[in-house]
C-alpha cells in the first residue's frame, strides 16, 4: 500500500487547483452500457503532466490509481469494453470545468483497506469514488449510517 499511497500523493499533486476538463469511462456493456459501475474512471485535468486512471484493485476492496492507460475489450458472447466519455451523465456533469480544491483517501475499518477516494471541488461539490463489492461506485455523499457502520475516515493527501 506504501507505493500505492506515494501515487495518490504524487497525483494529488498534479490536480489540485486545476479544473476537471473531461471524465472517461471505461463501460461494460451486455445489451446496454452499465455507466452506474465504470470498470475504470480517467478524470482528465487541465495543464495535468500524466494521465492517471481509477480501478478496483485485485483485492476486491481496494481503490487503486495506474498509469497503464485503459484499453477496450471484446468479451464475445459476454459483451464488450468501451472507452466512454461520460462527462455529461450525472453526477459527472456536476464537476466538468469546476476546480479541485482537496483530494481525500477513504479508508473502511470493515475492510482495513482504502477504498476510495474523495475529490472536493469549489461550490461544496464532492465527488466520491469508491470501491464497494469490487464494483467501481459513485456519490456526491455518503449517509453518517454508512459511515458508521463502516468506519469510514477520511485521510486528506
Known sequence: MIKSLRNYE???LGVV???LLQIKG???SLDVPDF???QQLQLVFSKAVTISSLKCGKDGSTLVLTEH???EKELGEYGKETIIDISHIHPFANFIEKTLLKVFLIFSSVEDAYVGLRLDFENHLSLIIMNIGDE???FEALSTTYEQIEGI???EL
Do not use: A
Open 17 to 19: 487547483g486545476k479544473k
Open 10 to 12: 504524487e497525483w494529488t
Open 26 to 28: 471505461l463501460i461494460y
Open 136 to 138: 467501481i461506485n459513485i
Open 36 to 38: 452506474e459501475h465504470p
Open 69 to 71: 492507460p485503459m484499453q
Open 153 to 155: 475516515r477520511y485521510s
